[in-house]
């Protein structure tokens, strides 16, 4: 009756590159991804996974298309199909790709078969996400980081 999936987040740092200060650490992390070796990236996202996590939970739930919808691709399918934004996991993907693509991190979107039509109906009709309280709590925090960027949307 429920599944659960672990998403990739392909415009996570496309984004950010446009949402961050200059000046702040995740900033210049991002700017240097591609002179930075795949072992020390590692660490220095490991080193900032928490700020890391309230930022992406933060472009999933905020960052939004010109149409209103998510601005992330693969946020618009599951959440379109009735998915839940469930939780995120800081290094679950640690390949190249992964870490230019979203720092590391994926999502895991929740299908609770009993409510997908009506979180489908929400979101078809008003763009309403749905969420669990895991994601609520990583999306507070991020709330408290938000001096730290400014507000962009495609």
Do not use: C
């Not at 599944?3 to 650490?25: A, E, Q, Y």
């Not at 763009?127 to 001096?147: D, M, N, W, Y």
């Amino acid at each position: 009756k429920t599944f659960v999936t672990l998403s990739p987040i392909p415009g996570f740092t496309r984004w950010l590159k446009d949402s961050l200060d200059d000046g702040s650490p995740i900033a210049d992390l991002v700017a240097r991804l591609d002179e930075i070796d795949t072992e020390a990236l590692n660490a220095l996202v490991s080193e900032h996974s928490a700020a890391i996590k309230g930022l992406v939970a933060d472009y999933l739930y905020n960052a939004k298309h010109r149409t209103g919808q998510p601005l992330d691709p693969v946020a618009r399918f599951h959440l379109h199909n009735g998915a839940v934004l469930h939780d995120l996991h800081a290094l679950a993907d640690v390949s190249r790709n992964g870490l230019t693509q979203s720092l590391g991190t994926m999502v895991n979107y929740l299908y609770d078969l009993d409510k997908v039509e009506e979180n489908h109906e929400a979101y078809a009709s008003e763009h309403t996400l749905a969420v669990s309280k895991p994601f609520k709590s990583i999306l507070g925090s991020a709330s408290r980081q938000s001096e730290n960027r400014k507000v962009v949307n495609g």
